[in-house]
C-alpha cells in the first residue's frame, strides 16, 4: 500500500495531555479532523476517560496522520483504545526529506528563525505562517499543569488543540506530495509508525527501578559527588579546589601519552560523547570517565521515576542523523554514568533480560562489503585477536592472555579506524611511531581489502548521488559541510539502527513486555519463571531482525539475565557503585547526625 490514494480517510490527530516526570501521560482532551470530508471529532477530557474506543476508524483503511506520533500512540495506549493500524509522523517525514541538511541552509531567509524540530518551526519552513500558534508554549505549559480546569480555560485549550489538528492537516497537504521522495515511500513510512508503536509500549511500560534506594541517594547527592570527586581525583589529579583543571588534565594527557581531540578554539573537549568515547578506547580512563559523565549529566540526579518506581522519559525517536533514539542523558536511565544503572531491578517475581548485538557494526560492514575475511575474523569470536593472527602478529594458537598486549594493540587500531583517525591519531593513542601506526594502518587495509574497497566505492557513489540510503530506507543527503566521517561510517551506524527498529517491532508485535532500547540492546522483563525461554526468544528475533535488514543470520548475540532482588550491572560502573554505595552511607550517616545535633 505505498499511495495515499488506497485509504478510505485520513485523519489528522491531536492529543493535549499532561505528562508529571516518571510518569504515564494524563490525558485532558482530544481532537481529529477528517481531512477529505471535512469532519470534526473534538472530545474533553470526560469524554476521552468516558470511551472504550476511538470515536473514529482506527482500522487500515484508514491513515492516522500526527506530529511526533509516538506521544499521540501513548495516548491511545492509557485509555486502553486500541492501536491505530496505519500511523505515519510528519516530524519523521520531515527528518527524512532532510536528514543532514540544515533547514537554514535550505531556507536562508529564514536564518534569523533558528529553526528547530517543533511543528511551529515546521510550518514556518513551509510557508504555512497562518497556523504558527505564538501562544503554543504558553498553551503546552497549561495543559501540563493538567487542571482542574475552569469552562474558560477548557475551552481556550480545546481551541488550542483543534488550532493544532488544522496545522497538522495543513502540513499535511504540503509534505504528502514529498512522500514519493523517499527512497521507499509511504511504507516506509507507515513502517516508521509501526516502530513508534513499539516505542510507545516502552515509554508507558518504562525500566524498573530501586527506588527506596534511588530516593536515598537523591536526597545525599552532593555528599556523593564531594566524595566521589576525592576518591577519583587520589588516582588522576586533575580537579582543583572540587572543580575540574583543563591545565591538569592537559598535563595528564601528555604524561599518557594520550591524544585528545580539541574544539574550534583549541579547547580540550569536554563533551559527553567525547568521554564516552574516551572510556571504550582507553582502560585507564574509564573511572575518569564515569566521574565526568556522572558531574556532567548529573548536577542534580535528574533521572524520571515514577511513582510505581519506573524510570520514563520521551526516547526521542528518529532525532540523530543515523536514525537512533536520543533520549535525555539525564533523565534515561541508560543515558546517565555506566554505574548508576545498578538502581535498575526488577520487582519481586519478575525478571529482565538484557539482549545486545556482538560487534554489531563490523558485522554489518562485513555482509555489505562482502569482505571474507572480516566475516572470519567476527566468527571466530575475537575479533582483534583474530585480525592479528591474519596480520601476521599473532600465531594461531594465540590466547587473549597469552597475547593481550598484541590483541590490545589491534583493539585500539580498529576503534581507531572506525572512529575515523589516521596515523598522527593512533600513533599518539598507542604511544608509538608514526611509522608503526602506518603500518598497523597498512595491515588492516591489506588484510580487509575487499572492506576497504567497497567503502572507497560508496563513499565516492555517495558524494556523487549527495545522498546515502540504509537497507530499509533511511536517508542521509550531503552538502558541502557534510563531514567525510559521516559519510564513511553512516553505513553502519544507520544500519544498526534499521536492525534495531526491526527487532522492536517484532518483539512488540510478539507480546513481548520490552522496556528500553539501548544502540544496539533492548531490555525485556518477563515472569522469573519464564526468564531462560523467553531470553532464547528474544534471541532469536534478534538474528531474525539481522537477516531481515542484511540477508544474513550468522549475527551474534548475547543475553545477561538478571532476576529479583539481583540488580543490574553495567561493566564500567563495577567499579565506581561499591564506592557510590559507601559514600552514600557515609553522607547518610553525617546527614543524620546533623539532624539529631539540630534536634
Not at 538474528?543 to 551474534?556: E, P, Y
Request: some cysteine.
Amino acid at each position: 500500500m505505498n499511495s495515499i490514494s488506497k485509504f478510505e480517510r485520513i485523519i489528522a490527530i491531536d492529543f493535549e495531555f499532561a505528562t508529571p516526570p516518571g510518569e504515564v501521560p494524563g490525558v485532558n482532551w482530544r481532537g481529529a479532523y477528517e481531512i477529505c470530508s471535512k469532519r470534526w471529532w473534538k472530545l474533553d477530557q470526560r469524554e476521552c476517560l468516558d470511551r472504550r474506543s476511538s470515536p473514529f476508524p482506527t482500522d487500515p483503511s484508514t491513515l492516522l496522520v500526527c506530529f511526533y506520533a509516538t506521544a499521540e500512540l501513548n495516548c491511545f495506549k492509557v485509555l486502553g483504545w486500541e492501536m491505530p493500524a496505519r500511523v505515519i509522523d510528519l516530524f519523521v517525514l520531515q527528518r527524512a526529506l532532510y536528514n543532514g541538511l540544515p533547514l537554514n541552509w535550505l531556507k536562508p531567509d529564514l536564518e534569523d528563525q533558528k529553526l528547530g524540530r517543533g511543528l511551529n518551526d515546521s510550518l514556518l519552513f513551509h510557508g504555512l505562517h497562518e497556523f504558527v500558534n505564538p501562544e503554543k508554549k504558553e498553551m503546552q505549559q497549561l495543559s501540563a499543569a493538567g487542571g482542574p480546569f475552569d469552562s474558560t480555560t477548557m475551552g481556550a485549550l480545546i481551541e488550542y488543540c483543534t488550532s493544532d489538528v488544522a496545522a497538522t492537516a495543513a502540513l499535511f497537504g504540503k509534505l504528502a506530495p514529498k512522500i514519493s521522495q523517499l527512497p521507499k515511500g509511504l511504507d516506509w513510512l507507515i513502517y516508521a509508525g509501526a516502530y513508534q508503536k513499539a516505542v510507545s509500549s516502552m515509554e508507558i511500560r518504562g525500566v524498573p527501578i530501586d527506588y527506596p534506594l534511588f530516593t536515598k541517594m537523591r536526597e545525599n547527592w552532593e555528599g556523593i559527588k564531594k566524595g566521589l570527586i576525592e576518591k577519583v581525583n587520589a588516582n588522576y589529579g586533575v580537579f582543583e579546589g572540587g572543580s575540574f583543571s583543563f591545565a591538569r588534565f592537559a598535563n595528564y594527557l601528555k604524561r599518557h601519552g594520550i591524544p585528545w581531540e580539541r574544539t574550534a578554539t583549541g579547547r580540550l573537549k569536554d563533551d559527553a560523547d567525547t568521554w564516552r568515547n574516551a572510556q571504550c578506547i582507553y582502560p585507564g580512563l574509564v573511572e575518569l570517565a564515569q566521574l565526568k559523565l556522572t558531574l556532567r549529566d548529573m548536577r542534580t540526579l535528574t533521572v524520571e521515576v515514577g511513582k510505581d518506581s519506573r524510570n520514563r522519559c520521551m526516547l526521542s525517536v528518529f532525532s540523530s542523523i543515523t536514525s537512533r533514539n536520543q533520549p535525555s542523558t539525564s533523565k534515561f536511565i541508560f543515558g546517565n554514568a555506566a554505574w548508576l544503572r545498578g538502581l535498575i531491578r526488577p520487582p519481586k517475581g519478575r525478571a529482565l533480560i538484557y539482549c545486545d548485538y556482538t560487534s554489531q557494526e563490523p558485522f554489518i560492514a562485513a555482509v555489505q562489503s562482502g569482505d571474507a575475511n572480516l566475516m572470519e575474523c567476527y566468527l571466530s569470536g575475537d575479533i582483534y585477536l583474530s585480525f592479528a593472527k591474519m596480520a601476521g602478529a599473532a600465531p594461531e594458537d594465540a590466547t587473549k592472555t597469552s597475547h593481550s598486549a598484541v590483541r590490545n594493540k589491534f583493539k585500539t587500531t580498529v576503534l581507531a579506524l572506525q572512529y575515523g583517525q589516521g596515523i598522527h591519531g593512533l600513533a599518539k593513542r598507542l604511544n608509538i611511531c608514526g611509522v608503526e601506526a602506518r603500518h598497523l594502518i597498512e595491515n588492516h587495509k591489506r588484510t580487509f581489502s575487499k572492506f576497504w574497497g567497497w567503502n572507497a566505492r560508496r563513499c565516492n557513489s555517495a558524494w556523487g548521488k549527495s545522498k546515502l540510503v540504509t537497507p530499509l530506507g533511511w536517508p542521509l543527503h550531503l552538502h558541502p559541510g557534510t563531514n567525510p566521517r559521516t559519510v564513511m561510517n553512516f553505513p553502519m551506524q544507520a544500519t544498526g539502527a534499521d536492525i534495531l527498529r526491526q527487532l522492536c517491532i517484532q518483539l512488540d508485535r510478539g507480546g513481548f513486555d520490552l522496556c528500553a532500547p539501548i544502540h544496539d540492546a533492548v531490555l525485556v522483563e518477563c515472569d522469573d519463571c519464564d526468564v531462560y525461554e523467553v531470553g532464547k526468544a528474544v534471541q532469536d528475533e534478534m538474528v531474525q531482525a539481522a537477516a531481515t535488514v542484511l540477508g544474513d543470520d550468522r549475527i551474534k548475540t548475547d543475553a545477561k539475565i538478571v532476576c529479583h532482588p539481583d540488580r543490574y550491572m553495567d561493566e564500567r560502573g563495577e567499579t565506581l557503585w561499591p564506592e557510590m554505595m559507601r559514600l552514600l552511607e557515609t553522607s547518610h550517616s553525617e546527614a543524620s547526625c546533623v539532624v539529631d545535633q539540630t534536634t
